[in-house]
């Protein structure tokens, strides 16, 4: 499977329309090779450079395997969001508040949806998904505050 973005290459710098600096715009993605066994798709996108720990910026699953990707700001019905680490079942663009830090987007492809509801944590996510991963794909980007 491959995750890609036709914004910003892997480990390439993200615009900052996506960040919270500026229009806080979820980047488009593209879903590429997924397995024929997969019932489902779920994204975690996650910064581990900030302290004191690693910060969940956007939380989505039961997105349809054959949904190709997200456009900008656009996701496909009946996907669901989990709680970002605003508490928020949302996007949150990258806003580092000194420094470069990386942007971890991580797709997994699941051999069946989650049987969670809008708004669950990324831990109830992550336990839900055990199992159940046949396949999986990571596209980094980097940002820093504007100057």
Known sequence: ??????????????????????????????????????????????????????????????IAPDAGGFGENRVPENVRHGRNDLGQAAYAGPKPPDGEHRYFFHAYALDRPLDLPA???????EDAMVGHVVDEAELMGRFAPPK
Do not use: C
Not at 14 to 22: E, V, W
Not at 119 to 125: D, H, L, N, T
């Open 119 to 125: 708004g669950a944590s990324r831990e109830q996510i």
């Open 1 to 62: 499977m491959e995750l890609t973005s036709p914004e910003f290459k892997n480990g390439g710098v993200i615009p900052d329309r996506f960040s919270q600096y500026r229009d806080n715009h979820s980047p488009p993605l593209t879903f590429r090779d997924v397995p024929e066994s997969a019932g489902a798709l779920a994204l975690i996108v996650d910064d581990p450079d900030a302290k004191p720990h690693r910060f969940t910026h956007w939380v989505a699953f039961n």
